[in-house]
């Protein structure tokens, strides 16, 4: 007689127990055994338990290959799906074997679980194994098949709503409820002020403090007092939610007649604007990307959207300061460049619209396109190609949490005909043209940020902070991922024989770059140091990337003359005829604000259920070395957290958004 020792984890979210009765099948090489109830005639399967059980053979089983687990009724109980964390087996011969669950399961399901080490297509050996591969990947493919919704746009998932999803990767119940307490007290608050749906213009810039009593922020607070100071203004580029704009200008663009006279005042006393560009001072935002896209109307008439030139001067004091802006591409009399000695509403209408169009730019492409979007292209692939036994899909299924769900939810909620984004100054259209020229000239480079910051010329610029901890991170990131990668690919032609790793790229390039070989992304893999580059560029685009453009969107955000998705009035197009009555008649509305503000309140919360960069707690790799490489990757992480925090002690402006503390490890809102 050969005795199995079971522990069976139910997992901790809400109703993950069942009364239901549990049977499991164990499979090795030398056999199987019976059908066995997991009975202590107790209740076993309560939320957060582990509870042991013994499965008797006559003979041992060999090695284990496949635990096989169904439920069925207890009595006339209603149904109540049941969530298996994970099963550990030890054998008869002392083995210890963790078999991955993590799923619901229902009545008259049959789960079938792999465990032991993580295995590469071409190392399965037994015809049992191979065929429970075979026949994963095909129901995989069945279930997550590519949507396209738009031919210039990435490929999405074929769900339209989130009750299509496979329960185990739709949101907790405790997240779910949390959105939706939220919306009931903002919506109580703004119902009550009596500012939802209000078509009121703003009396003045003071009354916009006071939309919400209890939601503010530090940070909030600070864009509020200094949002019209250009050191603070020329910070943002640098440190605010669209860091990735600006770039080194060492000699003006044609189409930016900007004069040595015009800028003088603004440089070093002795200087000059040709001096400081062969110094490395200046720097360009140039907007042009959005140039020509046509905007929503608004009682009957277009809305304004400036293709804006934005020229920096960083001077002697480390200050990146505004000095000229062009608000159109192409110059004319009616095209004024505005600079910091016109009148101040002058000055501040032109930075408001730059501010318009970067604000846009950031929620299309670098936020909802270059992560969102992208990502999800990354998850199906990830649930395409993989079976849960390949090394890669257990390195990179924690970073795919919820965001099929959000962004299920966001098609509708943000960005859709209906959603919020479509009171934009671009409207719903207008942003998909620009996502779609974005993806059109989006590169490799761009999303591996060394290369990032290199080719944009800002390896030395000082107070880039999302430079020095984003660097920092992606060098920690690229460790972990190298230590994962070489001890399951310990060669070249490892890597070019797994044919699923090759049907994963393919995917993504395919279905995520639409074949664009001028993108720079690789179609395929053909080195151990290309897996490691290419997994290191999505696990840094879905941790630390989208906190860097998204968690700080109700601290610069909600104060809408820092930044508005939509301005009423016409850009200037001459100078000396505006006034405060023109800005507040240029902004939203208090309507339109409340709506943005909730927006921002919603995408940057932080809820209870959230696992941070680097957190695992799903158990997935049952081998000793990538479950110390993991301890290490943590461990890096915390002395990076710490130095962080301990500069920001020193910083008027603190730079939270890269603290490892603060990221979470997948795109989950």
Not at 312 to 341: D, R, V, W
Request: aromatic share 10%; net charge negative; charged share 20%.
């Amino acid at each position: 007689m050969a005795e199995y020792k079971l522990e069976v984890t139910t997992g901790n979210m809400t109703n993950a127990g069942t009364f239901d009765n549990i049977h499991v099948t164990l499979f090795g090489t030398g056999g199987e055994s019976g059908r066995t109830e997991l009975n202590n005639f107790g209740v076993g399967f309560k939320t957060g338990m582990t509870g042991i059980y013994t499965v008797r053979t006559s003979l041992s089983l060999g090695k284990l290959l496949l635990v096989r687990v169904e439920k069925e009724p207890f009595f006339a109980f209603p149904e109540d799906e049941w969530y298996c964390s994970k099963i550990v087996v030890t054998t008869p011969e002392g083995d210890v074997v963790l078999f991955p669950c993590y799923r619901w399961i229902s009545r008259g399901k049959l789960v079938e679980l792999r465990g032991g080490r993580a295995m590469k297509v071409f190392e399965e050996d037994h015809p049992l194994l191979i065929d429970h591969r075979e026949k994963e990947l095909i129901l995989k493919k069945s279930l997550y098949q590519w949507q396209i919704s738009d031919q210039r746009l990435p490929h999405r998932s074929p769900f339209k709503h989130v009750t299509e999803i496979p329960a185990e990767i739709c949101f907790s119940t405790s997240k779910s409820m949390e959105i939706i307490l939220a919306k009931i007290i903002i919506g109580a608050e703004l119902m009550f002020k009596g500012l939802v749906g209000s078509t009121e213009r703003w009396e003045s810039i003071e009354h916009m403090k006071n939309i919400f009593w209890f939601k503010k922020t530090t940070m909030s607070e600070y864009v509020t007092e200094h949002w019209k100071e250009d050191d603070f203004y020329g910070s943002q580029f640098l440190n605010a939610m669209n860091p990735n704009v600006i770039k080194r200008c060492s000699e003006l663009p044609p189409n930016l007649p900007v004069t040595e006279d015009m800028v003088k005042p603004f440089l070093e006393e002795g200087s000059s604007l040709q001096k400081e560009m062969e110094k490395g001072n200046i720097f360009l935002s140039d907007q042009k990307r959005i140039d020509g896209i046509p905007t929503r109307a608004h009682n009957g008439e277009p809305l304004h959207v400036t293709a804006g030139l934005c020229l920096l001067y960083l001077n002697p004091e480390h200050k990146l300061m505004p000095i000229a802006i062009q608000l159109h591409q192409q110059p004319s009399e009616q095209n004024p460049i505005f600079l910091p000695s016109d009148p101040e509403t002058d000055w501040l209408l032109a930075k408001m619209f730059i501010k318009n169009a970067d604000f846009i730019d950031h929620q299309a492409v670098h936020h909802l396109m270059n992560t969102h979007f992208l990502t999800e292209v990354y998850t199906v692939a990830t649930l395409r190609s993989f079976p849960v036994i390949h090394p890669l899909y257990k390195l990179l299924f924690p970073h795919f949490r919820y965001t099929l769900h959000i962004n299920t939810t966001g098609r509708k909620s943000l960005f859709g005909p209906d959603g919020a984004f479509k009171i934009s100054s671009l409207g719903y259209d207008g942003m998909t043209e620009l996502m779609r020229r974005a993806l059109s000239e989006i590169t490799y480079s761009s999303c591996c940020l060394p290369e990032n910051i290199t080719a944009r010329g800002l390896e030395s610029i000082p107070n880039f902070y999302y430079r020095d901890d984003g660097l920092k991170l992606w060098s920690i990131i690229s460790s972990f991922v190298k230590a994962v990668v070489e001890y399951y690919y310990p060669s070249d032609g490892d890597v070019r024989k797994d044919t699923e790793l090759q049907e994963w790229i393919s995917e993504i390039f395919t279905h995520g770059l639409l074949g664009n070989k001028g993108s720079g992304f690789p179609a395929d893999f053909k080195t151990v140091e290309e897996v490691i580059k290419f997994i290191t560029m999505v696990m840094f685009t879905v941790t630390a990337q989208h906190a860097a453009v998204n968690n700080g969107q109700f601290d610069y955000q909600s104060w809408m003359p820092n930044g508005s998705l939509l301005l009423h009035k016409p850009p200037p197009t001459t100078k000396g005829h505006s006034s405060m009555k023109t800005i507040l008649e240029t902004l939203p509305d208090a309507g339109e604000t409340v709506n943005f503000v909730t927006l921002v309140w919603i995408l940057s919360n932080t809820y209870t259920d959230v696992v941070l960069l680097g957190t695992y707690p799903e158990e997935r790799f049952d081998e000793a070395p990538p479950k110390q490489m993991i301890k290490e990757f943590q461990a890096e992480l915390s002395y990076l957290s710490e130095a962080i925090t301990k500069r920001n002690l020193k910083l008027e402006v603190p730079y939270t958004y890269l603290n490892p503390n603060q990221i979470e490890n997948s795109i989950s809102i």
